[in-house]
């Protein structure tokens, strides 16, 4: 049996692995387009941070150990142009320009996402650089090296914008961020974001909302980006506004393309088209909350499809439960992290959304070093289902919301989760852990429910 | 209606002042045979480490508070030493040696628990001290102020001896820690407890375990504790080799005792007795993982079950789920954490226990500042449910540790555990969190469920 793979990012790597540990005598191709396979794109702002590290040190497993210790054909500079689901064949050019066809007997489709370009004129300057794959780390990190950069324009205030801001800013560069939605991430609520915004604010990174980007154009030997009513000047700029899948190849073979136009999947990471799977950024995923379809992008749920379909094509059945949507990022001091819906989201769902905001602490009564914590949790008030929790405060949120996660996953009631056994200790958190009292305080506003 | 409380801590205040929010105009009575209410005993050995810090930091809410803002009657200074459930009356004597007498409507019993002292010769000395109440916590602070405390035994290894070892180590004071059996920390494997012992070996704190003690004796001005062969001075011992539910009062009124001679209490708090409640220390609770009862004396359902009292005599029906006996505390820099079962206890509840131990990281692959994090993981292979799990690490334990809580409340098995969403970002850990690394290998050693 030929198992191709296309795409040597974590899903593909991650089926390559788990499928040849599980089947010595399966024959593994895979394609992947760039010279880079398998390495941590979530730790390059971290690693550009730190002019002493290599990006190289991103790379989980060099391609030469998949090759020579998994005996995986894994075949960089390989860009799969076409599939051919009929006769089950990929086709398409090497780095020298050499054309190639293999047949498959299973695909998985692992071409994973690239950044959404802002069409504005001076987009393709030399300067203007997006953060996606590790070439794109490399670049900056070449450029931050080469040349005196000493203010930077991020175009973005997503999690990889404000970490690539603090990375920057590790480095004794100014940074500005810019954007045309007027809100910060608008997932949260205002009483969250003003924290983050603050946070911002006492590091100095100028942040400009509401501004559309007209232009960016070369002044002397650097940039200026043109916005409504502002003008800012940098070495380098940044473009950090979202991904979109990598779907077209997929779409035009004919494979069904589903939430957010990523490829459509069911549970068993199969598409509509036999034999063909997708896994990681192409692909959609069932939402734990809504049970309906969606697009999220993480890594952790890569790495997990691409196991799951090395299962159904050597025999395990594996089926996925979907996603929570858990996400957590660090901007200087703070931890801002989120599961489930946001409020917007949940009342688009159709869910009679009910929320509530508190602020509690890191640490017990008395403790010295406590600091604030503030949660907004999220419940249906029809069913006193939980449907979301965002959090932000210092120290202890990025593995709090871990336990909302895992009451998603389990649809428990508000009320339910408001009498979980959360761990307690006065160096760790108040009797009543900041996420209870958020349960607490969200039950009075529902109506009584088990 | 009346409603009396004997017991002025976590449980008994938490339902006196629910119970008054809930209901103006009910009377409230509550006798506390000492003169301390309301404060966070668990806070004692943090307050302790800081000659600067006074004891009275860790009362949460003056008496006066309760008097005055709440119309609570708080007697403190007054004993109850009877309970005449026929007649529905509580007696007793206050401290002037006044005894007293009020009828009941509703009556709760949180009278907490005290703690164990071995029974041998010397044991009564002065400076030898335990740590339980307020004034354990008060006496001990005065002796370190008034004399020069050098070296101190700690007699017992469990939470509270451990967190007295960090706190009496930051002021200098050399410690040394004894206790008969030759095990620390006997419900964690050990390969975990090999950690917490190499941390108490690189803060010079003694270990002896395997050594009975036999007797404690004056010697100069000092204490000698004589064990069998070993022999340690000290200028004070401190005794926490745990506690025992203060039942008694309740046992000779006729109420039917339960779990580890605690009281026993149906999911509403109530005793065998119509109008008589029970909660806190003194009470028993109904595990999440068994259904069974058990009596784990932890200050977070010592809350709960207050209110709860509060909310079923005031007319809301409130039932709680259980205890999943979630702790954490802190040695120095590491955390330890549990929840659920020990790989005893599941053994010992009839579980057909199969049990993981793995060693991941704190943060992600190539982060700085990433630390070993060791997780224990124990499931059920009959029905394939997650029963519980054990951890240690530098950071991120005492949160973590509550996705496997939540997980135990929800009867989740280990197959859907290991599918849950949980956060990353590389400062906060690997793109599969310990808990899903030892989730995935316990699957393996278990039969397929999901």
Redesign the interface.
Known sequence: MHFVIIGGD?AGMSAASRARRQMPDLQITVFEKTSDVSY?A??MP??IA?PK?DIA??V?RPAQVFRDKQNINLLTGHEVRGIDIENKVVSGTAAGGKSFETAYDKLLIATGASPILPAVPGIDLPGVLALKSLADGRKIKTVLAQRAVKDVVIIGMGYIALEMCEALSARDIRVSMVKPRSRLLPWMPSQLSQVVRATLDDHHVGVYDGHTIEKIEPVNHQLRVVCTELSLTADMVIVATGVRPNSTLAARAGISLGAGGAIGVDAHLKTNIADVYAAGDCADAFH?VTDRKTWIP????A??AGWAVADNITG?QTS???????????LFEL?V?R?GLSETEAREAGYDAQSIVIKSRSR?????GASNVWVQMIGDKETGRLLGTVMVGHE?V??????????L??R?SVA??S???????????P???P??TAANQLLKKMP?TT
Request: glycine residues 8%; positive net charge.
């Open positions: 974590a941590s979530c730790g971290y690693n730190d590290r040190d991103l989980v734990v993480l890594a952790l749920r790495n997990r395990k996925l439960q979907g996603v929570a949507g858990t996400a957590v990022f660090k931890e992290a599961t017990a009564h008395a403790h010295p202890g990025a593995h709090r919301i871990n336990a909302a996660a895992v009451a996953h389990s428990m339910r989760f009498q979980t056994d959360l761990a307690y200790a006065p160096p760790f958190g009797v009543w852990d996420m209870l009584q």
